[in-house]
């Protein structure tokens, strides 16, 4: 039964949404002898923006935050989505993951270029964390970008890849953060987040295709995720999987079914009678 032991996977991937989030409130690193907490220094640059001060390195803190953040809060809605069977609440989180990830590696591969052109690209000697930070920005945006265009192609692995993309992301940046910065606990457990939403994003692929992890990690990250095992016999609404029930309605979202529409029959997928649909 794939998709129960699919659920649990979701409900990781609910977990890590939610502490992810929660690290927008929690101090990320050590600033000028003062804990930069995510939520705080977001609006400080906002209030900085409104007293006419707006340029585009605000617009690239804005959209580290929104990348690092608002991703955790997409991937915690699509998957309460999912636990609850809502699927315009999940398609709504999956179009706010391709937005916010796509404005962020826009804006801050526009930034990079920015500088460049405008100090001429002659500056101060260079430091490891100067290249490191310019390899991220140059490189890590157009891939992800790319990742997510072939993800929306194939409708049954877009979430799972987008969250792949995303959990990946996380993991680089604040792992920027980690080795040039100096962390706090909220950077760790972001760190921590963002690994739990990859593997999460892994196990619920791997469950579903019946394949190896490995496997399924590697065809997540080229967007060729296999179809998914046991097609048939799932619910129409919700794509719960409909073994081993007593009456021909989803217990998942309460939608009556026939055998002709689910593709299967009755002794495929355990029923011992066929009772009708009141």
């Known amino acids: 039964m794939p998709d129960r032991r699919a659920r649990k996977w979701r409900v990781l991937s609910l977990f890590s949404g939610l502490l992810l989030s929660a690290c927008f409130f929690l101090p990320a690193v050590q600033g000028c002898n003062v804990p930069i907490v995510p939520a705080t220094s977001l609006i400080e640059v906002l209030d900085e923006a409104r ?11 804005v959209a580290v935050y929104l990348v690092a953040y608002a991703f955790g809060a997409a991937l915690l809605i ?15 989180s999956t179009l706010t993951v391709v937005v916010v990830l796509a404005y962020a590696a826009v804006v801050v591969l526009v930034f990079t270029l920015w500088q460049g052109f405008r100090g001429g690209w002659s500056a101060p000697p260079w ?4 290249y490191v930070s310019l390899v991220l920005n140059l490189l890590c945006p157009p891939l992800l970008l790319t990742g997510m265009v072939l993800a929306i192609r194939r409708p049954h692995q877009r979430r799972l890849c987008l ?3 995303g959990g990946l992301s996380g993991l680089v940046w604040f792992g920027f953060w980690l080795a040039f910065g100096d ?5 760790y457990l972001s760190l921590a987040a963002c690994l739990i939403i990859v593997l999460a994003s892994v196990g619920e692929a791997a469950v579903l295709t019946n394949q190896t992890w490995l496997r399924t990690f590697g065809q997540l990250l080229t967007c060729r995720l296999a179809p998914f095992y046991e097609s048939k016999g799932h619910c129409p609404s919700c794509d719960y ?12 979202c309460g939608r009556p079914f026939t055998f002709e529409e689910l593709g299967a029959t009755p002794p495929e997928l355990g ?4 009772p009708a649909v009141p």
């Open 127 to 130: 430091v490891i964390e100067d």
């Open 241 to 252: 999987y409909l073994y081993g029930l007593t009456e021909q309605r989803c217990p998942e």
């Open 78 to 92: 699509g998957a309460l989505a999912l636990l609850i069977a809502w699927p315009k609440l999940r398609s709504a």
């Open 51 to 61: 007293s006419g001060s707006w340029s585009i390195e605000v617009l690239t803190v």
């Open 183 to 187: 962390p706090l606990y909220g950077l």
């Open 163 to 165: 969250w792949l993309f």
């Open 271 to 274: 029923f011992t009678s066929t």
